[in-house]
C-alpha cells in the first residue's frame, strides 16, 4: 500500500496519467505524447474481485496489458495495489508490480512482488518482459519508483483538479440471484 496523497486532488487520474507515461519516456517532460503506448491503465474502488472479472475479460478480447490501481474506495488516497494483468500465449498472468527505477534518470519499469518477472515498454510501446533486478536492489529501486510516480502526479494537478481532460467509467456490480 502506498499513500499518494495531492493535498486534496485525486489521485487516480494523475496515476493513470503518468505510468506509461514514466515508462515510455525516461525525461518525463510535461504533457508527453504516447501514441504508440499498448499498455492500458485503469484505476478502480472497491472489490478486487468484481474490478478483476471485468479486467481480464477486457485484456483477454484487447489482447492488451492493463495495469489497475486499486483503492478501497472513493475517498481513499492509498492506493492498496498495483496489478498488472497481461495476455500472453493463449493465457493471462495476473500479478502483483510495483513500479521500480534501476537509478535516478532511468526508466521506470514494473517488477512482480514475487519477483519471478519485470516489464517495461519498449520503444514501440509494447510490455516487454526484461531482466528482473537482484533482491538487494529491491527495496531502494521500488522507493525510487514510487517517489517518481508521485513527484510526476503533483505537476499533473493544479489546486485541487486533474490539468488535462479526462473522464471516469462507472460501473456497479448487477446482483443476480435466484428469487
Not at 472489490?47 to 495495469?67: C, D, F, G, Q, Y
Not at 535516478?104 to 526484461?130: H, I, K, Q, W, Y
Amino acid at each position: 500500500m502506498i499513500n499518494l496523497s495531492l493535498g486534496g486532488a485525486c489521485p487516480r487520474r494523475p496515476l493513470t496519467y503518468v505510468l506509461p507515461r514514466a515508462m515510455m519516456r525516461p525525461g518525463y517532460s510535461a504533457d508527453p505524447a504516447i501514441d504508440k503506448c499498448d499498455i492500458g491503465t485503469v484505476a478502480a474502488n472497491g472489490s478486487l474481485h468484481e474490478t478483476i472479472t471485468h479486467l481480464m475479460n477486457v485484456a483477454i478480447r484487447s489482447r492488451k496489458p492493463w495495469l489497475l490501481a486499486t483503492f478501497a474506495d472513493r475517498a481513499s488516497n492509498v492506493c492498496e495495489q498495483l496489478i498488472l494483468l497481461r495476455p500472453y500465449e493463449g493465457k493471462l498472468l495476473i500479478t502483483p508490480v510495483a513500479p521500480y527505477i534501476t537509478r535516478p534518470g532511468s526508466t521506470l519499469f514494473l517488477v512482480a512482488a514475487d519477483r519471478s518477472c519485470a516489464f517495461m515498454a519498449n520503444a514501440a510501446g509494447t510490455l516487454v518482459e526484461c531482466a528482473v533486478p537482484p533482491a538487494s536492489c529491491i527495496a531502494a529501486g521500488v522507493k525510487r519508483g514510487w517517489s517518481k510516480v508521485r513527484r510526476l502526479m503533483k505537476k499533473e494537478v493544479e489546486g485541487n483538479n486533474f490539468r488535462h481532460r479526462s473522464w471516469e467509467v462507472f460501473i456497479e456490480p448487477v446482483n443476480v440471484g435466484v428469487h
